[in-house]
């Protein structure tokens, strides 16, 4: 999604507004592009709220990779 709209998580989007006005312009847009069977919800939460949330990450799998041999010359 544009409008300044970031991927939190997958069919997760933030943006971040400086104030209540500002998120209200957001999302009346929003509201206009709303797909005729689709559903949105939008939850507007403070900074200090936004900083508290914990994340959490799993290992991931990475290709384990051998080095490249060093050569010496004299």
Known sequence: MAD???MFQFSIYIRHCASRENA???IKRVKKILPE??????????DKQFGDIELFYGKKESKVTTPFQQLELF
Do not use: S
């Not at 069977?37 to 403070?46: A, P």
């Open 24 to 26: 209200e312009v957001h």
């Open 37 to 46: 069977k689709g559903h949105i919800g939008i939850l507007c939460i403070t």
């Open 4 to 6: 300044g709209f970031t």
